[in-house]
Structures are given as C-alpha cells and as structure tokens.
C-alpha cells in the first residue's frame, strides 16, 4: 500500500518561500514519477511538477515555472517542492502524488493519472 505524507506548509507573507517536504512509503521509486498538486478555494485540484522516477526529468506547468523547483530523492523516498516569490493566489491546500509510468510524461501533473495521493499540507499567503 502506498503512502504519502505531506510537511511544510505553513503561513508565509507575499514574495516569502517555502519548501515542502513528502515522505513516501511502498512506492516503486524506480518507476514512478512524483509530483506536486495543489487545489485552492474553489477551484479543482491542479498539477503543478513532477520528476521521473531515475532520470531526473523534471515538468512544470506555466504557473510553477520559474518560481517552484521540484526534486527528489530515492535513498530517503521523499521528495520536495521549493517556492519562490510566493503570491496570494498560491493560497491552497497541496498534495503530492505517486504516478505511475505514462506514454507522455507531461501527463504526470494530470489528476487522472495519479496513483495515490497524500493528505494535503496547508499553504496560505498572506500579509
């Protein structure tokens, strides 16, 4: 069974960072990519990243470029998100997500492709 658990979040002023952090367990690392979701007040979940599972591939949608930076490691089953720059509209709740092998590897930031999801970490922007 495979888990996901999210840490990180937290309160942070505009243009402020933060890194969040999810730990997997019994996910095939070696086949599966990792990303990072986010689903803010009332709107539906949205990808942001993913990195494949061993090349270090890395995808990120036009609203993640160039503020968030993804990355993983497989010794320790984590992976992590870097933000940047963050704004009020990155308010939300965000999710990381085991996916497995897909013919199209931008579909990794594709809710229907998702495997398995974590719980969710709390990220408000706020001055």
């Known amino acids: 069974q495979m888990q996901l658990v999210e840490s990180g979040g937290g309160l942070v002023q505009p243009g402020g960072s933060l890194k969040l952090s999810c730990v997997t367990s019994?996910?095939?690392?070696?086949?599966?990519?990792l990303g990072w979701f986010r689903q803010v007040p009332g709107k539906e979940r949205e990808g942001l990243s993913c990195m494949s599972a061993n090349e270090g591939h890395t995808y990120y949608v036009d609203s993640a470029k160039g503020r968030f930076t993804i990355s993983r490691d497989n010794d320790k089953g984590t992976v992590y998100l870097q933000m940047n720059g963050l704004k009020p509209e990155d308010t939300g709740i965000y999710y990381c997500?085991?996916?497995?092998?897909?013919?199209?590897?931008?579909?990794?930031?594709?809710?229907?492709?998702?495997?398995?999801w974590g719980q969710g970490t709390q990220v408000t922007v706020s001055s």
């Open positions: 019994g996910v095939p690392l070696d086949q599966y990519a």
């Open positions: 997500a085991a996916v497995p092998p897909t013919k199209l590897f931008s579909r990794c930031v594709l809710p229907e492709f998702v495997e398995a």
